[in-house]
């Protein structure tokens, strides 16, 4: 299916090299962009199109390839229930163990933010009761958040974060972003 697309941006003139292809597959295969046409819509024009003059070129080939398309289907992940308990009994602090306690306990908080993920329609943000940015619910941030990084990732050379606007990736030193973060690595991953 890629290389289809990849042959549809040659024919409708943008210049993509088989460099910039690997370079494509690599960041599929880590993930970068999984279950979302629109990530993968800014990862591919991020991976393929290295001059912006070529963007309504990739823009017009990718509606005609991918029309129809909303969103692709991700293999759903389950964590495990008591994996989340286990990784927040050592990483919450008496405080935050309280706050849990408060709002109903584990079991409470958890089915509170099931059934609000299963009504919820889209993005959010702001208000007090949908889980999504700039709001006051039980789910959001009010406060500055402790950063946990899936030890793994520190053993990469290189990671991509968001540069402040969509479709702007920065590459950095995942051991740089660690320490303006004073994040604290966990093994979490399956």
């Not at 999984?34 to 017009?60: I, P, Q, T």
Request: hydrophobic letters at 45%.
């Amino acid at each position: 299916m890629l290389i289809e697309f990849f042959l549809k941006l040659k024919e409708g003139g943008v210049p993509v090299s088989v460099k910039e292809f690997l370079t494509l597959i690599e960041a599929l295969a880590k993930r970068v962009a999984f279950g979302s046409m629109e990530e993968f819509y800014w990862l591919a024009r991020a991976s393929l199109v290295k001059d912006e003059k070529y963007y309504d070129r990739y823009d017009r080939v990718f509606a005609a390839y991918f029309k129809g398309i909303v969103e692709v289907d991700a293999l759903a992940i389950v964590i495990p229930e008591e994996w989340l308990k286990k990784l927040a009994e050592r990483n919450l602090s008496e405080e935050d163990r309280k706050l849990v306690e408060s709002l109903g306990g584990w079991d409470k908080l958890m089915e509170t933010l099931r059934k609000r993920l299963e009504e919820q329609k889209g993005r959010h943000q702001g208000g007090s009761k949908w889980i999504g940015t700039g709001g006051t619910s039980p789910f959001g941030a009010r406060k500055a958040l402790r950063v946990f990084v899936e030890a793994s990732v520190l053993e990469l050379p290189r990671i991509l974060i968001n540069g402040g606007r969509r479709g702007y990736l920065v590459g950095i030193a995942p051991n740089v972003l660690a320490d303006l973060l004073g994040a604290r690595a966990v093994r979490c991953a399956l």
